[in-house]
């Protein structure tokens, strides 16, 4: 092979390189569709948390939706607490927003608007940008509220509270 | 439990808690994991392609393996640690999946298997050192050896994508759900 050759070779595989560079970079972004996910319809929870699962590629909050007496959770007919989940970015990321294992215990009352699953299943996508406020301890908002009216609660994510479209457009 | 409170234990130390707050820990750690993941299934399958007699078949069995069988522990010593770390930052959702378990057994079988290799086959290795074809028990070892490994891998891929949804509330959590 000449040194032409060569040149030329080493120039293709650099731009192979940079190429896929910049293939990666946008994934980072969204690395999957939301095909799974109602985009159009919004859900706006407020609930107690019951569960952080800090997965490496999306972070899942378990939580119990409150009735809207804000007094208790929603109930199945066997009277446990019917539980939610929302996702969200991975576990780093969302931790850098302050959103962990650690700033969301157990019990926490937080606010959060999703776009659900076209299964059926109790979970969704965490609407973002939008969002997600987290009340004062053991201090959940008034009648039919979210913690966004609550004195002292904690604002995690840019934008306004995601406003809920319960039904399909 | 005593299992369970000893996941919570792994979970909440600090190098978990790096793995899951750093943006750059996920990544590195698991690169270096397929690296090394790399290395030990490549490495061992030299030695096992030797072992059926299908390659290096003019080269000594011992010398392949000696040669080989250097990287493949120093790969698998690095494959442990880094996969020691993803585990611990988020033990138990990855002790619960069935994926992740499997993977553990087929990861026992490739060890027992080399254990029975090495302490029953390999004994007798100065009569068929230099044969182009080793016994059949030799064969056998190389060939599930390879089934193991191949098992590993596509069940390590599978636990990324089958850990679901799981509503259920722990039940050593005291949660106030009234107010």
């Given at each position: 092979?000449?040194?032409?050759?060569?040149?030329?070779?080493?120039?293709?595989?650099?731009?192979?390189?940079?190429?896929a560079?910049?293939?990666?970079?946008?994934?980072?972004?969204?690395?999957?569709s939301?095909?799974?996910?109602?985009?159009?319809?919004?859900?706006?929870?407020?609930?107690?948390?019951?569960?952080?699962?800090p997965?490496?590629?999306h972070?899942?909050?378990?939580?119990?939706?409150?009735n809207?007496?804000?007094?208790n959770?929603?109930?199945?007919?066997?009277?446990?607490?019917?539980v939610w989940?929302?996702?969200?970015?991975?576990?780093?990321q969302?931790?850098?927003?302050?959103?962990s294992?650690?700033?969301?215990?157990?019990?926490?009352?937080?606010?959060?608007?999703?776009?659900?699953?076209?299964?059926?299943?109790?979970?969704?996508?965490?609407?973002?940008?939008?969002?997600?406020?987290?009340?004062?301890?053991k201090?959940?908002?008034?009648?039919g509220?979210?913690?966004?009216?609550?004195?002292?609660?904690?604002t995690?994510?840019?934008?306004?509270?995601?406003?809920?479209?319960?039904?399909?457009? | 439990?005593?299992?369970?409170s000893?996941?919570?234990?792994?979970?909440?130390?600090?190098?978990?808690?790096?793995?899951?707050?750093?943006?750059?820990?996920?990544?590195l750690?698991?690169?270096?994991?397929?690296?090394?993941?790399?290395?030990v299934?490549g490495?061992i399958?030299?030695?096992?392609?030797?072992?059926?007699g299908?390659?290096?078949?003019?080269?000594?069995?011992?010398?392949?393996?000696?040669?080989m069988?250097r990287?493949?522990?120093g790969?698998?010593g690095?494959?442990v640690?880094?996969?020691?770390?993803?585990?611990?930052?988020?033990?138990?959702?990855?002790?619960?999946?069935?994926?992740?378990?499997?993977?553990?057994?087929?990861?026992l079988?490739?060890g027992l298997?080399?254990?029975?290799?090495?302490?029953?086959?390999?004994?007798?290795?100065?009569?068929?050192?230099?044969?182009?074809?080793?016994?059949?028990?030799?064969?056998?070892?190389?060939?599930?050896?390879?089934?193991?490994?191949?098992?590993?891998?596509?069940?390590?891929?599978?636990?990324?994508?089958?850990?679901g949804?799981?509503?259920?509330?722990?039940?050593?959590?005291?949660?106030?759900?009234?107010?």
């Amino acid at each position: 092979m000449n040194t032409t050759m060569q040149r030329k070779l080493v120039k293709g595989a650099a731009a192979a390189v940079i190429a896929a560079g910049i293939a990666m970079a946008a994934p980072a972004i969204a690395h999957h569709s939301f095909a799974l996910y109602n985009m159009e319809q919004t859900l706006t929870f407020t609930g107690v948390v019951t569960r952080v699962n800090p997965d490496a590629n999306h972070l899942q909050i378990f939580f119990a939706p409150m009735n809207d007496e804000r007094k208790n959770v929603q109930r199945g007919e066997d009277g446990k607490p019917l539980v939610w989940a929302v996702e969200m970015t991975g576990s780093a990321q969302a931790a850098a927003d302050g959103i962990s294992v650690g700033t969301f215990p157990p019990g926490t009352i937080f606010t959060v608007g999703m776009h659900p699953l076209r299964s059926g299943e109790k979970a969704g996508a965490r609407v973002n940008p939008g969002a997600i406020y987290k009340c004062p301890e053991k201090k959940p908002p008034a009648a039919g509220k979210h913690c966004d009216s609550v004195d002292g609660s904690v604002t995690i994510g840019g934008g306004q509270l995601p406003v809920a479209a319960p039904t399909a457009r | 439990m005593e299992l369970m409170s000893l996941l919570q234990d792994l979970q909440a130390s600090a190098p978990a808690e790096w793995m899951r707050t750093s943006v750059k820990a996920m990544p590195l750690v698991e690169g270096t994991h397929v690296l090394a993941a790399a290395t030990v299934f490549g490495t061992i399958l030299i030695v096992d392609l030797r072992l059926l007699g299908l390659r290096d078949v003019r080269r000594a069995f011992t010398r392949v393996s000696d040669e080989m069988l250097r990287l493949t522990w120093g790969a698998f010593g690095l494959a442990v640690v880094t996969g020691a770390l993803m585990f611990a930052a988020n033990a138990g959702t990855y002790y619960g999946n069935t994926a992740f378990r499997l993977k553990m057994l087929a990861l026992l079988a490739a060890g027992l298997n080399m254990a029975i290799f090495q302490h029953r086959t390999l004994r007798g290795v100065a009569a068929w050192d230099v044969n182009a074809t080793p016994p059949r028990a030799a064969r056998v070892a190389g060939l599930l050896s390879i089934l193991f490994w191949l098992s590993v891998i596509f069940l390590a891929r599978w636990i990324g994508f089958t850990k679901g949804y799981d509503f259920a509330v722990p039940d050593d959590a005291e949660i106030n759900f009234q107010f």
